[in-house]
């Protein structure tokens, strides 16, 4: 065997000794060689192993490296596209600026290469995956093209040799047929084995795909070889089939070939059972044959096929599915697939597959290959049915259509190669027909109108494949290629199709029919309508606007024509299957008109657009009156839905009603439904129209003059709301112009003022709530580039601000003045809303625009607004307010409102008037003849005269005949009346038509009888009908209606019954307006007749009714000089009204009810504002809003008079008193673990945050490093115990506390703390962690801290300066230090300061509290105690601004608790007595040179004074003194201690000049020496600091090098006197506000805020009186400060020999701790980049420290600059996630983190955490959490300042409300 010899040799030498067999001529041999080879190696039953990979390279490479191979192929790579391709949640880039399809997108390489300043892009997380267009031409512009791909690289690549691919072409091929042959054994159909199985085959294969996948990257040279082989049909044929002895390949290639019988659309069985054309179908036996659109189906229960009926089983109750036939012209689309080459049978397996990821990225990496890209989309397209028909079994059915799509939208977009595959693949019968067969899966009987002969289809909302949108990839693709306009002519050119779409259509016409539940609540609320709407958007609408953008020119009118024909033969057939008639089905309410909606928007895009004539593609009248009544019934159900009509369906169906109205879905549903009632109301007898509307909307009942009738539809309340919906109505069908004549930018421009008059809108907001054309190559919004024009025209931006309770706001948009003013229109507005709330809130801010603009105060009424004028076509609609029907209304309404009858209200009045006055606005043309009067009996025009408005607001109407009930006032009036004149009641009931009336006054009717005036709605709408009928059909009698008999009226046992009345009136319209005035304004005659003279419409355009009467009366008069004269009439008459009978005593009920509310609103609105004004005035004194208030705001009682004792307030049980020792008091506190001190760094500028790898920080330069190095150096050389008090700690992790101020007793605050323990509630803190909020100010808090009994500030007596010496002080100070701890007695009071102890304790972390070398010890706990006093002074010393005369935060002094948490901390740290033998206090007062003799040579020293940190040695002395102490002690111990930090400055000063000039300084000081005073002088003093410390041998010698390269400047006089201040400040800073906090003095105040060095030392000084009396005129000189109680020289000697004790010893290395420098800057965050991009672009895919994978979700800490994962399982330690680790250890448990991701920043404190917002905005000031719109973003100071404020001020709990646990998982 060659074979076997050839596998024992090694791979490289082999491949090299076959290649040059094949070079040869004659290469039989090598071929044979190579075959068996291949053969043994590529043995698909060995199954996928690593070593036939291995010797695949090998032999590719033919005897090189398979690395070097690959780097020799790519360089002859020619390819143009970059073609890189990426799968979901990759990042990558839109540019609409260069795009020419909607979905071109760009890596982030080709993005940042290329130029796109200015252009309109985004950044966005690819959902389906996708490919990088970048050198595509076809998709986007070449301008776009990144510097890499701008060039045509394929002209100066070389040729590729021919012998380099050589082995490939002959590896490949067997390799590729290894693949297939494996996935063709591994599957088995789905029923038979779990879906597992499939992904173990797919893994398996994994690294051969994977190898295809690298040898794609190689570029075009291997590309085309690739191409080759895939497409190359011969090859195919030879390998396929398998050799003849090979069983393996035999058996599956069978498997293959029964893969391939079930891939037809329709299965074997079926067509069987049918007949190729019609498969069977599986209705309900006997259901009768159903036919649609010529398809005939026989009707037979199908069993074959299981997975189509799973209905069958269950149970009856289901709606059986109806199955129809498909009816197509093409058969070869439903037949089995037949492959032909490789690339087919891939294609095939990896549907079968479900799309496997890796094969997907397979097939599209090799796109940029032209050749393959058409073979591939060909194969795609075959393949294309059967792909839907796996889908739709697939049990991922989501990841699936992702998959697909990511394929199909890189095949769609290119315009040529769509075209291509449509003309010669039929890709839109497919598509079709494929779309057919999906929904005809789950079609269902439509059940409306004729609920049992109903032969209409729809599909069923709540089958899967709607529910779960599992047809969206194909209506993607269809509207993807709809878009090109080729293929959309050849769509609208094509008829058959047109009508199998039109059939399409109609599966959705009436879907998911409501039913009114009248009796029982539903007990499921169904929530299909997501899917209905979502399928008539997706699947109907967007392939409609795909279609509407190509019929734009006159040229393409003959589409636009065959669209509506087809369009109106399927209403026509939708109307006959439903059984239609003229009336609508009660109760019934579908929102799915998609047939509809077609209709209408061709109309109104060929009106527009194309210039064709309306009436050419109307109808006729019959059935434009169809038409018109399911679009009407939608509105007329709205109105029933906001009147709560269908309450009991639940809340979905006002959900319904919102999505309707709502931006996605207004455009393609309410408006097209509104403008065809245009259409049909300008075409259909206005009458006929006016009275359907009020019929529909169930009001014709209330339309009466009488005061009282019966509704036989409605409930009493929602006959107020249906009629107003009904006016409503009226008025935005004559005013609204979207459809009729308003151009692209005035629909633009009244569409964003609609809604920023609603509510201020933030850019990104407004571009969603303005509907947009839905069809996607239109861009954004209808004229996209005018957006931002138009915006800045209507609005004006208000940027970001940030309000002081901490809530962010967003940038806004809110309407200019001149809008509020011209433009703002209600009608619009009232259309746009999809809450009520919205219209207004409009309201709302359009009154107080006319209140701060003076206009008018009171209450306006919606302002009235003129319209663009009408397009010509719809002059008609003009007639609607010019019918007799209408007039008659408005007159009926006009006459009850002034009458007062019930169910009218504001809102009716003032749509009567706009509908008069849009009247008046808009006037028929009075050319034509009045239409010849009709004599029939009650024909109503005996009401007016003619049709104009104009003529019929004067016309006077004297009696009126009304149907009223017999208990009505008016019939007990006119019995009255009969009595008084002794005549017979008369009992002539004459049967008129219920309905239409009116109220009267006088007797004897008989007389009245002939002018009586009857009217009735419905009677009129039947008789216009019947006209239209007749005109159309001339059979006179068809089935004529009788005329309605008032018995349909009448409820069975029904209440009184009615009787017929005449009702005297006498009043016109314009009358009735008159007095409507004298009635709103309360004045008898409010209009004078001199009023008329001098009116001026302009004034009145804002206003509340009066105003709108007085504008109509205006018009009126002005447009006719009849009216003017009546209406002088009228004003001249004046005559009182007559005030409204209360006779009934529903009117009186109702009219108190309106006072009743009036009063119980005022009486609301009283208790609010008083409510109001608590609330605020409680604000300003309790929350922490920056407010300058006096300083001493938190030093509790210090307003007290001096000598009581201070009264405390307990806020639970409200009592006030003293705290005492049974009974303490405690203040509110919040105890937080805080690093913020320990970041300090020494520089003012902040450290900036790295992106890019040579940025980095280090964090050893931090306040907080530099003491922890400073602690450790001195325990390497010094005893443990004087260590631990030489330094402070807590500088990480020390305790900060602070207050609100409130106090409690503290049994009460235990009873609080149960009673939140036994609450359930769920809050945000955890009462077992002691957490609280104070139950005043709901401030967060987590303990009480006790406060002394006693006085809360000392008396004078403590104050009193003394005249003693300094030596008595430090003598009585010195025996003050020696009093023993006097243990306290046990005690309420001193248990609670033990527990508050403990509470301090378990705040913070261990580490942070043992830092001596045998934790737990005295000395450790010591330490801790004085720290935590030093950590509050440092931090509060830092929110006032780093020193105290700048008059710091205010705000920071109500925190602070500093005088009662020194109480408690003395009394704890009482408790250890110093040993007076190592007491730090004779060290300082008194020369002791005996004890440095005694060192044992095993005892380490003592830490030198020198090295000692001043401020710890104040807070212990003053801790350890007998509290309270006197003021004189204190000051004394300031001023040793300043002596001491003086000599520290001196020393460190020293150190830090060049030898020279060491020298020089110590002879100037000798030299002064002798002086008096010398020992104030600093120069004297420095000297002998010198020349004591050269006497230690290292001090100056180590640092000397360093020391000459720092200090380059010569020390003058001045330059030292300001360091040795500035050395000394921190230190006087300190004991300031101690002095401050413990005797109420006040903080010396500064009027200048930036305060230079000199002046604060001089103001502190005086503050402590440390300042002699020695104060020279100008500058303050340190050295006068320093008081010394015995000789300076000699106990600088002292210090001094301390130091130089150790450079003998072996401890000489710690003489470095000299060196010091107290000065820290304020803590900052990280400097953040400007552009956010900078950040997301090297953080999002950096790889993680610990586990080297890109985190899913990165963050950042904005402290410290870490790079940590959120939620990061691989970094968890002991199931902490990494995010809380951290805090822990940079915060002490608080951290700041920025998530990459989203841009947003959450904060963790302790156990809980919350989302803080972003500090990054886009343009418009917007926030863009996780980076969903992807728009540039940038830094926004002013938000990242307040960040910062609050880290360092500790107030993230009371600022941030919502926060959650994070259970350590973040």
Not at 948 to 956: I, P, R
Request: hydrophobic content about 35%.
């Amino acid at each position: 065997m060659m074979a076997a010899s050839l596998l024992r040799r090694d791979k490289k030498s082999t491949a090299a000794h076959l290649k040059a067999d094949l070079k040869r001529t004659d290469n039989s041999s090598g071929l044979r060689q190579l075959q068996e080879l291949l053969d043994s190696v590529l043995n698909p039953e060995r199954g996928s192993d690593p070593e036939a990979l291995e010797w695949c390279k090998w032999l590719l490479a033919g005897g090189d490296g398979f690395d070097e191979f690959c780097r020799t192929v790519r360089s002859y790579d020619n390819a143009t596209l970059c073609g890189l391709v990426w799968t979901a949640n990759f990042v990558a880039y839109r540019c609409r600026t260069c795009g020419i399809s909607p979905c071109m997108s760009l890596c982030a390489e080709c993005f940042n290469n290329g130029d796109h300043t200015g252009h309109d892009f985004n950044m966005f997380r690819s959902q389906a995956g996708g490919a990088c267009d970048c050198g595509d031409g076809n998709v986007m512009r070449e301008s776009g093209f990144c510097s890499r791909h701008r060039l045509k690289t394929g002209e100066n690549v070389p040729s590729v040799p021919r012998d380099l691919l050589l082995m490939s072409e002959m590896v490949l091929p067997r390799f590729i047929i290894t693949i297939i042959q494996y996935l063709r054994d591994g599957y088995t159909e789905p029923e038979s084995a779990a879906d597992r199985d499939l992904q173990k085959v797919l893994q398996q294969l994994e690294p051969h795909i994977s190898f295809l996948e690298e040898l794609t990257k190689m570029g075009g040279a291997m590309r085309t070889v690739l191409t080759k082989i895939l497409t190359n049909q011969q090859t195919f044929k030879e390998l396929s089939m398998g050799q003849e002895e090979n069983v393996y390949a035999k058996r599956n290639y069978e498997k293959y070939l029964s893969a391939l019988k079930s891939s037809g659309l329709v299965s074997v069985e079926e067509k069987g059972a049918g007949g190729a054309g019609a498969g069977a179908t599986d209705t309900p036996a006997g259901a009768g044959a159903l036919s649609l659109l010529g398809a005939t189906a026989a009707a037979s229960l199908e069993d074959s096929n299981k997975e189509e009926d799973q209905d069958g089983l269950q149970g009856v109750g289901q709606r059986k599915r109806v199955k129809l036939s498909s009816s197509t012209k093409d058969p070869s689309i439903m037949d089995t697939l037949k492959h032909k080459c490789f690339l087919e049978e891939l294609l095939f397996w990896t549907i079968k597959y479900e799309f496997p990821q890796k094969m997907v990225t397979f097939l599209l990496n090799m796109l940029p290959d032209q050749d393959y890209k058409i073979t591939f989309t060909k194969t795609f397209v075959q393949h294309y049915a059967f792909i839907m028909k796996t889908l739709m079994k697939s049990h991922e059915s989501d990841t699936m259509s992702n998959r697909i799509v990511h394929i199909s939208v890189q095949l769609f977009s290119n315009e040529e190669l769509a075209r291509h595959v449509t003309e010669e693949c039929q890709l839109l019968d497919i598509m079709v027909t494929v779309l057919l067969y999906m929904m005809e899966s789950c079609l269902i009987k439509s059940e409306l109108q004729d609920e049992e002969n109903n032969r209409h289809v729809v599909v069923n909302c709540g089958e899967a494949l709607l529910k779960n949108n599992t047809y969206w990839p194909l209506v993607s693709d269809f509207i993807n290629i709809l878009s090109h306009q080729s293929v959309a002519k050849r769509f609208l050119e094509d008829h058959s199709l047109l009508l199998l779409w039109m059939s399409f259509v109609s599966f959705f016409q009436g879907m998911n029919l409501n039913k009114r539940e009248l009796n029982e609540h539903v007990e499921f609320e169904s929530q299909t309508y997501y899917a209905a709407f979502a399928a008539e958007l997706e699947a109907c609408a967007q392939p409609m606007w795909g279609l509407l953008t190509h019929c734009k020119v006159k040229e393409t009118q003959e589409y636009t024509k065959t669209v509506v024909r087809y369009c109106l033969e399927t209403l026509q057939m939708w109307f006959d299957a439903i059984g239609f008639v003229d009336e609508p089905s009660l109760n019934q309410l579908t929102f799915h008109l998609p047939l509809h909606r077609y209709y209408a928007m061709f109309l109104s895009k060929g009106v527009k657009c194309q210039g064709l004539d309306l009436d050419s593609l109307l109808p006729d009248q019959e059935m434009l009156m169809k038409i018109m009544v399911h679009p009407l019934q939608i509105q007329a159900s709205l109105s029933e839905i906001h009147s709560n009509m269908w309450v009991r369906n639940g809340l979905q169906i006002k959900g319904q009603a919102m999505t309707y109205v709502q931006s996605h879905f207004c455009n393609s549903m309410i408006d097209p439904d509104i403008y065809l009632l245009q259409v049909c109301a300008s075409r259909l007898d206005p009458d006929y129209f006016i009275s359907s509307v009020f019929e529909r909307f169930k009001v014709v009942d209330l339309l009466t003059m009488a005061s009282q009738h019966q509704n036989a539809v409605l409930d009493s309340e929602q006959e107020r709301p249906m009629l107003e919906g009904a006016l409503t109505f009226l008025v935005i069908l004559s005013s609204l112009r979207i459809h009729l004549g308003m151009s692209d930018d005035e629909i633009l421009r009244a569409e964003m003022v609609s809604q920023l008059c609603m509510n201020d809108r933030t850019h990104s907001s407004l571009l969603d709530l303005i509907p947009e054309n839905p069809n996607p190559k239109s861009g954004v919004v209808p004229g996209s580039c005018s957006f931002e024009e138009m915006l800045s025209a209507v609005a004006d931006f208000k940027a970001p601000v940030f309000e002081p309770g901490g809530s962010m706001q967003q940038g806004m948009y809110t309407p200019k003045a001149e809008v509020w003013e011209k433009e703002f229109d209600p009608i619009m507005v009232i259309l746009r809303t999809v809450y009520r709330r919205d219209v207004q809130s409009a309201m709302d801010r359009y009154a107080a625009f006319l209140k701060q603009s003076g206009v008018h105060t009171g209450n306006p009424w919606p302002p009235y607004k003129e319209r663009t004028p009408l397009h010509p076509c719809y002059k008609g609609l003009v007639r609607l307010l010019h019918c007799k029907t209408l007039h008659i209304v408005i007159f009926t309404l006009l006459y009850k409102i002034w009458m007062d009858h019930q169910n009218m209200s504001e809102h009716v009045l003032c749509m009567v008037l706009y509908l008069i006055e849009l009247g008046l606005d808009n006037q028929v043309q009075d050319d034509k003849v009045e239409e010849e009067p009709c004599i029939e009996e009650h024909c109503h025009d005996s009401w007016f005269p003619g049709t104009s408005l104009l003529s019929n607001l004067h016309h006077v109407i004297n009696f009126v005949r009304v149907r009223v009930p017999e208990t009505a006032p008016e019939v007990e009036r006119k019995r009255e009346r009969e009595r008084e004149r002794e005549t017979p009641p008369s009992t002539s009931s004459e049967s008129t038509t219920f309905g239409q009336s009116s109220r009267r006054l006088t007797g004897n009717w008989r007389e009245n009888l002939r002018e009586a005036q009857v009217f009735s709605l419905v009677a009129e709408r039947r008789r216009k009908f019947q006209e239209i009928i007749n005109r159309s059909n001339h059979e006179a009698s068809q089935a004529v209606r009788p005329k309605s008999s008032s018995s349909r009226w009448l409820p069975p046992g029904s209440p009184p019954q009615l009787v017929t009345e005449i009702l005297e009136i006498r009043e016109s319209m314009l009358s009735l307006l008159v007095k409507l005035h004298q009635k709103l304004s309360a004045k008898q005659n409010s209009l004078s007749l001199s009023w008329l003279a001098e009116v001026d419409p302009a004034h009145h355009a804002h206003g509340d009714g009066l105003t709108a009467i007085e504008r109509i009366l205006a018009k009126a008069s002005a447009r006719s000089r009849h009216s003017k004269r009546c209406l002088q009439e009228i004003c001249g008459k004046v005559c009182p009204p007559i005030p409204p009978k209360k006779n009934s005593p529903g009117d009186k009920k109702s009219m108190d009810k309106e006072e009743r509310r009036q009063r119980a609103r005022e009486r609301q609105q009283k208790l609010l504002a008083e409510f109001a004004s608590r609330q605020k005035s409680f604000m300003e004194t309790a929350m922490d809003v920056e407010s300058p208030e006096t300083d001493a705001v938190m030093d509790v009682g210090s307003a007290e008079p001096l000598d009581s004792e201070v009264l405390y307030d307990c806020v639970i049980c409200g009592q006030s008193g003293p705290s005492t020792e049974d009974r303490p008091t405690g203040l509110v506190v919040l105890l937080q673990a805080s690093s913020v001190l320990g970041h300090r760094c020494r520089s003012d500028t902040p450290k900036r945050l790295p992106t890019t790898d040579e940025e980095h920080i280090y964090p050893e330069d931090t306040c907080g490093a530099t003491n922890d190095v400073r602690l450790s150096l001195m325990q390497r050389y010094f005893k443990d115990s004087s260590c631990l008090q030489s330094v402070s700690v807590g500088w990480d992790g020390g305790v900060y506390v602070q207050t609100c101020g409130h106090t409690l007793h503290i049994d009460c605050h235990k009873s609080y703390m149960e009673s939140l323990r036994n609450d359930q509630v769920l809050q945000g803190f955890s009462v077992d962690k002691g957490e609280f909020t104070c139950p005043l100010c709901r401030q967060f808090a987590n303990s009480v801290l006790p406060c002394r009994p006693g006085r809360g500030i000392e008396t004078p007596a403590w104050h009193a300066p003394s005249n003693k010496s300094m030596s008595t002080l430090v003598k009585e100070v010195e025996d003050l230090q020696e009093q023993l701890g006097i243990f306290p007695a046990e005690s309420n009071l001193s248990k609670e300061m033990e527990s508050v102890i403990k509470d301090i304790k378990n705040t913070t972390q261990k580490k942070y509290m043992d830092y001596g070398k045998n934790p737990g010890s005295p000395d450790n706990d010591f330490l801790f105690m004085y720290s935590v006093a030093r950590t509050n002074l440092e931090l509060e010393l830092v929110h006032r601004g780093g020193n105290l005369c700048s008059g710091g935060a205010s705000a920071a002094a109500k925190r602070s608790c500093l005088n009662q948490l020194f109480h408690v901390l003395a009394m704890h740290m009482r408790l250890y007595s110093i040993d007076s033998a190592y007491n730090p206090w004779t060290r300082l007062t008194q020369s002791t040179y005996s004890r440095e003799t005694e060192f044992c040579d095993d005892e380490r020293p003592e830490v030198p004074m020198l090295f000692r940190d001043v401020p710890s040695l104040l807070i212990i002395f003053i801790l350890t003194m007998p509290q309270p102490l006197r003021k004189e002690h204190f000051t004394c111990v300031v001023k040793v201690l300043y002596s001491l930090q003086y000599t520290q400055a001196l020393a460190a000063l020293s150190i830090r000049f060049s030898r020279e000039e060491r020298l020089a300084w110590s002879n100037t000081g000798a030299a002064k020496k002798n002086m008096p005073n010398s020992d104030k002088s600093w120069e004297s003093l420095l000297g002998h600091v010198i020349s004591e410390l050269t006497k230690a041998k290292d001090v100056y010698d180590t640092n000397s090098e360093e020391a000459l390269m720092l200090s380059s400047s010569v020390w003058s006089p001045q330059s030292i006197e300001f360091t040795l201040q500035q050395f000394c400040l921190p230190f006087l800073r300190l004991s300031c506000l101690l002095q401050h906090h413990l005797y109420g003095d006040s903080l010396p105040g500064c009027q200048v805020h930036c305060i230079d060095v000199e002046e604060e030392f001089s103001l502190l000084t005086g503050c402590l009186s440390l300042a002699g009396s020695v104060q020279s005129s100008g500058s303050m000189s340190s050295a006068a400060c320093l008081e010394w109680n015995l000789n300076a020289f000699d106990l600088i000697n002292q210090w001094c020999s301390e130091v130089i004790a150790l450079s003998s010893s072996p401890s000489q290395q710690s003489v470095s701790l000299l060196v010091q420098d107290p000065q820290w800057a304020a803590p900052r965050l990280l400097h953040l980049p400007d552009n956010y991009n900078t950040i997301f672009q090297y953080y999002h895919r950096k790889s993680c420290t610990s586990c080297g994978k890109t985190p899913k979700d990165p963050a950042l800490c904005l402290v410290c600059g870490a790079f940590v994962c959120l939620k990061g399982h691989c970094c968890k330690q002991q199931g902490v996630c990494e995010c809380v680790l951290h805090s822990q250890h940079c915060g002490a448990a608080t951290g700041i983190f920025l998530l990459v991701n989203a841009s947003v920043i959450i904060i963790i404190r302790g156990h809980r955490f919350c989302l803080w917002g972003s500090v990054y905005l886009d343009a418009h000031g917007e926030e863009d959490r996780d980076l969903r719109r992807g728009k540039p973003l940038y830094l926004c100071e002013e938000r990242y300042r307040v960040l910062e404020q609050q880290w360092v001020s500790h107030t993230f709990d009371h600022i941030n409300k919502r926060w959650g646990p994070h259970y350590n998982g973040l």
